[in-house]
């Protein structure tokens, strides 16, 4: 074998050694499923996920996401550089993140990268500062030369059931990254909706599941929204059904 056969065999073997290096560093993305993936509300489903961050904590949504405007989660600081706190809903839908504050009269702000992690697009504010999805945590340390700040407020996506609201538990994941669940099925209006399970690290899975015979009212329907209903009905029945005269004749 001449030289020229030699290194182009060489070159072949380590691209394929590079390329079988890049896929299986790559971690599988994170998958659930439910069985049954119908019932009604208070009716069991087992959830079962895989491709979590290993021994981590995952948390579980229902439902349509939710938006939290201002969360004014209280803040204990550490000092003039540190504070921590936990937001009032979760899990926390990743990238959705947002802290603004107010800083020499001036309003700044700092949001997450999706991975766990804060990101301040003014820089040079943040020194460190991560963001736990599961439990809704955060953590931040001022870079040494921030001035004197004042704590704001907070904004991020949630999911209509949460781990707060419906007593979803905080689940583990074992040393592959799976977790499993029984769960039962929350008093939400009949129709298909998404179901979501969150780590700390921002991987998300999610899957479907119908719910029947519920005697829940859509969202959209909400008290206002019936009597308009209602008082539409009305209307229309009373210019539609209501009785006609009598046509006149003639003399």
């Given at each position: 074998?001449?030289?020229?056969?030699?290194?182009?065999?060489?070159?072949?073997?380590?691209?394929?050694?590079?390329?079988?290096?890049?896929?299986?560093?790559?971690?599988?993305?994170?998958?659930?499923?439910?069985?049954?993936?119908?019932?009604?509300?208070?009716?069991?489903?087992?959830?079962?996920?895989?491709?979590?961050?290993?021994?981590?904590?995952?948390?579980?949504?229902?439902?349509?996401?939710v938006a939290v405007a201002h969360d004014t989660a209280t803040v204990t600081k550490v000092g003039d550089l540190e504070f921590y706190g936990t937001v009032s809903q979760h899990?926390?839908?990743?990238?959705?993140?947002?802290?603004?504050?107010?800083?020499?009269?001036?309003?700044?702000?700092?949001?997450?990268?999706?991975?766990?992690?804060?990101?301040?697009?003014?820089?040079?504010?943040?020194?460190?500062?991560?963001?736990?999805?599961?439990?809704?945590?955060?953590?931040?340390?001022?870079?040494?030369?921030?001035?004197?700040?004042?704590?704001?407020?907070?904004?991020?996506?949630?999911?209509?059931?949460?781990?707060?609201?419906?007593?979803?538990?905080?689940?583990?994941?074992?040393?592959?990254?799976?977790?499993?669940?029984?769960?039962?099925?929350?008093?939400?209006?009949?129709?298909?909706?998404?179901?979501?399970?969150?780590?700390?690290?921002?991987?998300?899975?999610?899957?479907?599941?119908?719910?029947?015979?519920?005697?829940?009212?859509?969202?959209?329907?909400?008290?206002?929204?019936?009597?308009?209903?209602?008082?539409?009905?009305?209307?229309?029945?009373?210019?539609?059904?209501?009785?006609?005269?009598?046509?006149?004749?003639?003399?």
């Amino acid at each position: 074998m001449n030289r020229k056969i030699r290194n182009t065999f060489f070159l072949i073997s380590l691209a394929l050694f590079l390329v079988s290096a890049t896929i299986l560093g790559v971690r599988a993305a994170a998958a659930i499923v439910l069985n049954p993936t119908t019932g009604a509300p208070g009716s069991s489903v087992n959830l079962s996920g895989t491709g979590f961050a290993v021994s981590n904590t995952t948390a579980i949504g229902w439902g349509p996401p939710v938006a939290v405007a201002h969360d004014t989660a209280t803040v204990t600081k550490v000092g003039d550089l540190e504070f921590y706190g936990t937001v009032s809903q979760h899990p926390i839908k990743p990238g959705s993140f947002k802290y603004t504050y107010t800083q020499d009269s001036q309003e700044l702000y700092f949001t997450d990268n999706g991975d766990g992690t804060l990101y301040d697009p003014a820089g040079g504010r943040l020194s460190f500062g991560g963001i736990n999805y599961t439990s809704g945590y955060f953590h931040c340390i001022m870079s040494s030369g921030t001035r004197i700040f004042n704590a704001g407020y907070f904004g991020y996506t949630t999911y209509y059931f949460n781990s707060i609201n419906s007593t979803f538990p905080i689940l583990p994941t074992d040393a592959s990254g799976a977790m499993s669940v029984t769960l039962t099925v929350p008093q939400i209006w009949n129709g298909s909706e998404t179901v979501w399970v969150i780590d700390e690290k921002g991987n998300v899975g999610s899957g479907n599941f119908t719910v029947v015979n519920s005697p829940v009212i859509p969202e959209p329907l909400t008290l206002g929204g019936v009597i308009l209903l209602s008082s539409a009905a009305l209307i229309v029945s009373v210019y539609f059904l209501r009785k006609k005269p009598a046509p006149k004749v003639a003399a």
